[in-house]
């Protein structure tokens, strides 16, 4: 049997008096008098059979019954507004918020949104290059995607990409007087530091690299700094030096040949990965989902087409 709901407007009312614990303050959040919240209220405690809140020397306090049910409504209503939220949605004019990174926004996703846009023309998809912690669902953002260890809390969390380091170079570099056959060749040359702040332990610097390597000549610590990871892969292909730079940013360099990968061996892989990172307290949106089927795509695409190389 399906059991007869309680008067939605005097439930409202308790939801919103169970959070203020004032009258006054419900009813400047409903826009009604503090005398429609009370008569509401009492509705509903005639309707149940009991209190739902006492008056005390600090003021209102929730009974026994309201703290019982307070949780439950509370998400209730909350579910009612993502509902509300995705049925005004204009179904030609849908909109998908995103968080990215700086540097894989440039170097990894902008270059392959023309294909999202020509498959879904009636999305539009608003970019925000940041790295705040993510609070995906909390505000205008609808998902994520972070370089990270995949831990995080609250969110539905799903795997994009891996991540390697390799040393790249431009061409010119390669064919200028010192060309670079081993790793004790980069002692002749410049290294490129990538000082970008993400965590990851697992990332070795020049230091870690040459020494795995067995390189004592080169001096790790001379060399330009760069704390964003776009800047180093673009000093790079400039010709400015040899940049241990992440595979997945510096890819396309290397399929056009403006960089090159001087080192067969040289690619190392890290513990840290790129995660789409999507709300779960409530559904994700027609255009959301589209997005985030059109990046798993493009991701299976990109590492097929490194499996070839």
């Known amino acids: 049997m399906v059991r007869p709901l309680l008067p939605l407007n005097a439930l409202r009312a308790f939801e919103s008096a169970s959070r203020h614990l004032n009258f006054s303050r419900t009813a400047d959040e409903l826009s009604v008098t503090p ?12 309707i149940i059979g009991g209190p739902l809140f006492t008056r005390e020397a600090r003021g209102l306090q929730l009974t026994e019954l309201g703290r019982a049910a307070m949780p439950l409504l509370r998400e209730g ?71 990270g260890p995949g831990d995080y809390p609250g969110h539905v969390v799903e795997r994009l990409l891996t991540e390697t380091v390799i ?10 007087p010192h060309p670079i056959r081993s790793a004790e060749d980069l002692s ?20 870690m690299w040459l020494k795995a390597r067995h390189a004592s000549h080169a001096d790790a610590r001379r060399g330009s700094r ?46 840290f990965a790129y995660y789409v990172v999507l709300p779960r307290d409530r559904p994700a949106s027609p255009g959301t989902k589209a997005f985030v089927a059109w990046l798993k795509k493009q991701a299976i695409d990109y590492d097929n087409n490194l499996d070839q190389l």
Not at 35 to 46: D, T
Not at 167 to 176: E, F, G, K, R, Y
Not at 188 to 207: F, I, K, Q, V
Request: charged residues 25%; proline residues 6%; hydrophobic residues 45%.
């Open 35 to 46: 005398g429609a919240v009370s008569q509401q209220i009492r509705l509903l405690e005639e």
């Open 226 to 271: 760069f704390d964003q990871s776009s800047l180093l892969i673009e000093a790079a292909a400039a010709g400015r030096g040899v940049a241990l730079a992440k595979r997945t940013l510096a890819q396309a360099d290397l399929a056009t040949g403006r960089l090159v990968a001087p080192f067969a061996d040289g690619s190392q892989v890290l513990g």
């Open 77 to 147: 209503f909350e579910r009612l507004m993502d509902a509300s939220a995705i049925l005004r949605e204009p179904p030609l004019n849908r909109t998908v918020a995103i968080s990215v990174a700086p540097s894989f926004a440039s170097k990894w996703l902008m270059p392959r949104m023309d294909d999202f846009h020509a498959a879904h023309p009636d999305i539009e998809v608003w970019i925000s290059a940041d790295m705040e912690p993510v609070t995906v669902g909390k505000g205008k953002v609808d998902l994520a995607i972070r370089y």
């Open 167 to 176: 040393p790249v170079c431009s061409p010119a570099l390669m064919a200028a």
């Open 188 to 207: 002749r040359h410049t290294l490129l530091h990538d000082m970008s702040e993400d965590g990851d332990a697992s990332r070795p610097d020049w230091a």
